[in-house]
């Protein structure tokens, strides 16, 4: 399984990349909405896990663009403020699949995404 992580915190993000590295997950971590959209244009990826704001954009943007490269691709978002909490980004983003609140453990994300590995390879006709 190969997951794009998009976390503006390099360091918070290799956190990330390391609890799903554990789990066997390949992950690509970029700091930026342009590195990711960079990203997404050249290779494919099983899930994402997206940061809602970031310093040159956000998750929406990126998801959008994921969406038209790989249409079901799920995506993860993790949230640090209140906006949303409404659950609206469901309706904005088609392909979230949780939205995570800051502070994330990577011990949870890495079941997350662990999850959502788990759900395809049961339903391997099912596009992802």
Known sequence: MRVL????????GKVWAGFLKRE??????????EEALSKLRRHTYDALILEMV????????IADFAAYRM????????NSTSFFSDGSIFQLMPNVQS???????GEDLAAMVSHLNNKRQSNPSAPH
């Open 99 to 105: 939205v995570l609140q800051s502070p994330v453990e």
């Open 71 to 78: 249409p079901d691709v799920p995506v993860i978002t993790v």
């Open 5 to 12: 992580i998009a976390q503006q915190n390099a360091e918070l």
């Open 54 to 61: 970031l310093p040159d954009g956000g998750a929406i943007a």
């Open 24 to 33: 066997g997950i390949e992950t690509t971590l970029v700091t930026s909405q």
